[in-house]
Every structure is written in C-alpha cells, then in structure tokens.
C-alpha cells in the first residue's frame, strides 16, 4: 500500500513558477514509476508527467514540455513537479501518482492517486 500526499498548489500569476511536492509513505517508493496527472473543472483528468523509478528517464505531455520538469528523491521518498512559465490554461487540481511501470502512467493508468492539490494561474 503506497499513500501520497501532495503539497505546493496554490494561486500564482501568469508567467510565475510553481513546485508541487509528493510525498509517499512505504518503504517501497523506489519501486514505483511516478507521475503528475491534472483535471481541469469540466474536463477530463490528464497525464501532465512522468518520471522512472530511479529517475533515468522523464516524459511529458505536448502542452506542458518544456515549462514543467519532473524529478524524484527516492531517498526521501518525495516527487516533485517544478511549474514555469506558468499559463491559465494550467489551472486545475493535480494529482501525483504510482504505478509499476512509467508506460501505465503514460496510458493514463495507476495504482496510486493522491487527492490532490489546487493550482491556479490568473492573467
């Protein structure tokens, strides 16, 4: 059983930066892919990031690659996802979350969520 709580949302202007942090419970941290997924009011959950279980390799949705970076401490066990250059189509709740392979998360599929953080961007 792997639990994550998010942390880091809040409401930032256009063009300013934000980090998201995770922190996951267990002992088994490093053997989870984790990923970033947001849900927009009235639209559907989407895959944002996601980052292998030692790190090595990072993937990103169009819409926010190169703005965004996703990175892990497996040490302390905690994900984090660095916002800039932020937009008000960024606006929405995001959800950290794991699964056993980084290509699940890509597929939109996890076995962990998290409940969630606010993000705001106002123009």
């Known amino acids: 059983q792997v639990q994550l709580v998010e942390s880091g949302g809040g409401l930032v202007q256009a063009g300013g930066s934000l980090r998201l942090s995770c922190a996951a419970s267990?002992?088994?941290?490093?053997?989870?892919?984790m990923g970033w997924f947001r849900q927009a009011p009235r639209k559907e959950r989407e895959f944002v990031a996601a980052?292998?279980?030692?790190?090595?390799?990072?993937y990103y949705s169009d819409s926010v690659k190169g703005r965004f970076t996703i990175s892990r401490d497996n040490a302390k066990n905690t994900v984090y996802l660095q916002m800039n250059s932020m937009k008000p189509e960024d606006t929405a709740i995001y959800y950290c979350a794991a699964a056993l392979s980084s290509e699940r998360l890509r597929g939109g599929n996890t076995d962990y969520w998290g409940q969630g953080t606010q993000v705001t961007v106002f123009a």
């Open positions: 267990g002992r088994t941290f490093s053997s989870y892919a």
């Open positions: 980052i292998r279980r030692a790190g090595s390799s990072t």
